[in-house]
């Protein structure tokens, strides 16, 4: 066997076989020792017919056509374990498959292959981007929710049910009558006045007491379920239980039993920290996004088919995987939409299979064409970051990980050569329309009188 490669244009190889006859011969006698024990010849036992007894009757090349298939498999898997011209991908196609008159086999196998990427200018690049910068509502927001989460609930007993209560209610709704899905439950914490019950309802367990059993009527709204938009209900409600709920004050007292911190100056001091390093990494991360895009856009990528589906498939899986958490299919989610699978498919998750296959691309050209370095010390320190995340041992990890050190070596050459691009580039706000210059406001008013006349 021998083969020839060439490229048929930027996404697609061929190797061109040529497979002699004497192997094709021997091909076809191993086809002939695996398939004669299913071929049933009249007057002999299932195995036994010999091989020119059942060529007269099923055709002289019968097993040289099983032959043909036996070869091209095992011709492009010998061949492709050895191949580095380019990077094959995808599911191959045997094409100008012959059978020769002398028995000689020859047949073409094309394939995908990843193209190469012309990176355009990503050295010296002008990229627009609008940073975060410090607020202090941001730290007032998350000392709120501090508060919120220690917040102290207060059992009441001795008086009925008021608004911004938290009543502990069993209810069954009917319509007609006829119970409905999803109005019947048990223990439910009702906030009264939140407005997350259909208007009316508790605005009639306000007066209510503990214990206490009624009927209220309500009326769903228009724009409710089909099923149960406009229609009169009643509710069958006990009152199980009331309760309130105390966010404390931020103090002193309250810092030193609830932080390492002995007062608020100190407690806020950490607040304000802690935003000022979320916004640094914010910015960082949103850098290194525009100047990938910037880098992405200038460059010229041909991406093939079947890369773009083996992307498509395993982001297929992983939403799968998502919604299988959340106890549902795929195909459950699908029929939601009122669409088949696979037009979900084609115009949700293969354009993000799309965009993930030309960044793959981008990033393999990146460190094909810089090759950065990556020293123990480098892959020490990614540890250690690691460490803190995951709160674990440096060590640890590293042990834990050991079968993934390629993978994060190739993620701190990204970091390297992304950090690189920043240092090198330029950033600017995006224009605001107060930042147009006045003569362009001019032109363009000048533009719309003469369209007017």
Do not use: C, W
Not at 245 to 255: H, N, Q, S
Not at 279 to 290: Q, T
Not at 327 to 351: A, C, N, S, W
């Amino acid at each position: 066997m021998s083969y020839t490669y060439q490229r048929l244009n930027a996404t697609t190889g061929r190797m061109s076989f040529v497979v002699d006859a004497e192997t094709m011969h021997d091909a076809a006698q191993k086809a002939f020792l695996r398939e004669r024990k299913k071929i049933r010849i009249p007057g002999f036992r299932p195995g036994k017919a010999p091989r020119s007894v059942i060529e007269r009757m099923y055709g002289e090349n019968l097993f040289l056509q099983y032959a043909m298939d036996d070869v091209v498999e095992e011709s492009f898997t010998s061949a492709i374990v050895d191949f580095n011209e380019d990077r094959y991908i995808g599911q191959p196609k045997v094409a100008n498959a012959k059978l020769n008159d002398d028995d000689s086999f020859t047949f073409d196998v094309d394939f995908a292959i990843v193209p190469d990427v012309e990176l355009g200018d990503y050295q010296h690049l002008d990229v627009e981007l609008e940073e975060e910068v410090y607020d202090e509502k941001n730290v007032e927001a998350a000392i709120a929710q501090d508060l919120k989460n220690h917040k102290r609930t207060e059992e009441i007993t001795d008086r009925a049910a008021q608004m911004d209560d938290i009543a502990s209610i069993d209810y069954a709704g009917s319509v007609d009558g006829v119970p409905f899905e999803g109005g019947t439950a048990n223990g439910y914490d009702l906030v009264l006045g939140s407005g997350s019950f259909i208007p009316g309802f508790e605005e009639q367990v306000v007066g209510m007491t503990i214990g206490e059993e009624k009927d209220i009527d309500v009326t769903f709204p228009e724009n409710y379920a089909p099923q149960l938009a406009g229609k009169a209900a009643v509710f069958h409600i006990k009152l199980n239980s009331l309760h309130t709920e105390e966010i404390p004050e931020l103090t002193d007292d309250y810092v030193a039993d609830t932080t390492e911190f002995s007062t608020v100056a100190e407690y806020r001091a950490d607040q304000e920290a802690k935003e000022h390093k979320r916004i640094e990494v914010a910015n960082d991360n949103a850098r290194k996004d525009a100047v990938f895009a910037k880098v992405v856009e200038n460059a010229n990528v041909q991406v093939p088919d079947a890369l773009v589906d083996v992307y498509t498939e395993q982001i297929t899986q992983n939403y799968s995987a998502q919604l299988k958490r959340s106890g549902m299919t795929l195909d459950e989610y699908v029929k939601m939409t009122g669409m088949d699978k696979q037009r979900f498919i084609q115009l949700y998750l293969r354009p993000e299979g799309q965009a993930q296959a030309v960044s793959e691309l981008v990033i393999s050209a990146l460190i094909k064409k810089e090759d950065p370095e990556v020293t123990e010390e480098m892959l020490d320190a990614r540890f250690e970051e690691m460490a803190e995340a995951y709160n674990t041992p440096a060590q640890t990890l590293k042990d834990n990980f050991a079968n993934q050190i390629d993978q994060i070596k190739h993620d701190i050459k990204v970091d390297v050569i992304l950090d690189k691009l920043i240092a090198n580039a330029t950033f600017h706000a995006p224009a605001s329309e107060e930042d147009v210059p006045a003569n362009e406001e001019v032109e363009a008013e000048e533009d719309n009188q003469d369209e007017n006349t």
